[in-house]
């Protein structure tokens, strides 16, 4: 299993380079989720992305703010290779720097960075008891104080939304083969089991209500496949004004790590 996953992500990184399509081809979805982790990121802070793919997201951010460090880590190498390609091109505010690591054993010590984010990758682990390995070692490298933010798809808005899909007559839509989405429940009982404060920020609702429901019932618009449809367009920008409805497969659980 995590073979397949490996080599599906090594290939992407091949096909795709330094494009957003190494990790998603839906650059709505990702600049919503990119503007979200940036809400939670000011200047002078230290941030750990973890898999961060080629380094799309956090040059953008690295860009934004001028940071005290910023490392991204990925277990695909050749993701790795990407971003530092990407990285040599790039105009930074504040220093990157990209290695190759696994989100269940991070190389880094406890208590290290202010700000530590995951963007759809504890979903690519392939049970809840390795994705509690992942959110482990995520909290253990923040600061006291310090946040984590896992930005990821969720199971409960899955399920949610094919109800509204299946009164129009419409297919369920399905997770990829390797993908686990994360059961809200689950991680609500866990991170309150281990007396976590947390906050969840349902950033895509509208944004899926029109690119995975509206758009499906308008005849004009299936003549565009991809995600460049208008009708995701106009909700993306819905999306920036309104927010809620919890419709949204990806959601961003913002946690406080205690202080002690
Ligand atoms: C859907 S992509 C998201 C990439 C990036 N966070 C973004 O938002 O563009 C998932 C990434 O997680 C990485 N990944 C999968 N399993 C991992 C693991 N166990 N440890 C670290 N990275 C992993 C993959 O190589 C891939 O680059």
Avoid at 58 to 84: C, R, T, W, Y
Avoid at 121 to 130: A, C, D, K
Avoid at 197 to 202: I, L, Q, R, S, T
Wanted: net charge negative; charged share 25%.
């Amino acid at each position: 299993m995590m073979d397949f996953i490996y080599n599906f992500w090594e290939n992407q990184a091949e096909k795709y380079g330094a494009s957003h399509e190494a990790s998603w081809g839906d650059v709505y979805a990702i600049d919503l989720e990119i503007n979200n982790i940036a809400s939670h990121i000011s200047e002078g802070k230290s941030v750990l992305d973890v898999g961060c793919a080629n380094g799309f997201a956090l040059i953008k951010h690295a860009q934004n703010f001028k940071l005290a460090e910023s490392n991204g880590i990925d277990f695909s190498p050749k993701m790795v290779e990407m971003a530092n390609m990407a990285l040599a091109k790039a105009e930074n505010n504040s220093p990157i720097h990209f290695s190759v690591g696994d989100i269940r054993c991070l190389d880094f010590p406890d208590a290290k960075f202010d700000i530590v984010y995951t963007t759809r990758v504890l979903i690519n682990l392939p049970n809840w008891q390795e994705q509690i390995k992942g959110i482990d070692e995520c909290i253990r490298v923040t600061k006291p104080g310090g946040k984590i933010i896992f930005s990821e798809a969720f199971w409960e808005p899955l399920v949610k939304l094919n109800a509204l899909r299946i009164i129009f007559g419409l297919p369920s839509l399905v997770e990829h083969d390797f993908n686990r989405y994360l059961k809200k429940s689950n991680l609500n009982a866990y991170l309150n089991s281990i007396k976590t404060e947390f906050e969840v920020n349902d950033f895509s609702s509208l944004y899926y209500l029109g690119s995975r429901l509206i758009r499906d019932l308008i005849p004009e618009s299936k003549t565009f496949v991809g995600y460049d449809n208008p009708v995701n367009k106009i909700f993306h920008n819905i999306e920036k004004d309104f927010s809620g409805g919890d419709v949204g497969i990806q959601q961003a659980y913002i946690i406080k790590k205690p202080l002690s």
